[in-house]
């Protein structure tokens, strides 16, 4: 079924009194909404993994970061028990953690300057590169604390959904511009 007609079917069973649970059930706590790919927060969603609404029940108050690295999933805490999902990539064995921080700062096309245990695994990688599309932290970042963690976007839009980073959380151009746009600096990330 399309989801225009998908939508349709929904208004015509509302208006009628009819009820049909149309959410798929993501996890135990969040469940997708039915009417996410008809309001997108006026903007678009590309990438392997589309931002989408999902229901998210939890006691963080709106604005929190959680991060579930298990299913590769941001969820940014919109309140009344909904949250905004977003695909990401993470950190790859042995380069994965967890704990709570805040977002200390925040940064548009931000230069990279790979950090000495990334240099002494990869020599072969500059030691400064400067904000652009072919930079590898994309079009924003999110700093995390005082740590060189980052949720950022990426040159490798293929990559989100996997883990392949050493330790940052990359996110498609796009939805990464679309976090920036909503998170302040001081905003807790939670990251399980």
Known sequence: MTQFSTFIL??????????????????????????????????????????????????????TIYIDTTERRLYLVTGRGQAIRYGIGVGRDGYGWAGALRVSAKRE????????????????????????LDNPLGARALYLGSTLYRIHGSN???????AVSSGCFRMTNDDVIDLYNRVSVGATVIVK
């Open 109 to 132: 096309w931000p230069n990279w300057f790979p950090p000495s245990e990334m240099l002494a695994r990869r020599p072969d990688l500059p030691r400064f590169m400067p904000g652009g």
């Open 10 to 63: 929904a208004v015509v069973m509302m208006a009628s009194g009819t009820t049909i649970a149309f959410a798929q059930e993501i996890a135990p706590r969040y469940v997708v909404s039915p009417f996410a790919p008809f309001f997108n927060f006026g903007s678009r969603s590309s990438g392997p993994i589309p931002r989408t609404v999902a229901n998210f029940q939890s006691n963080y108050a709106p604005g």
């Open 156 to 162: 490798e839009p293929e990559t989100i959904g996997q």
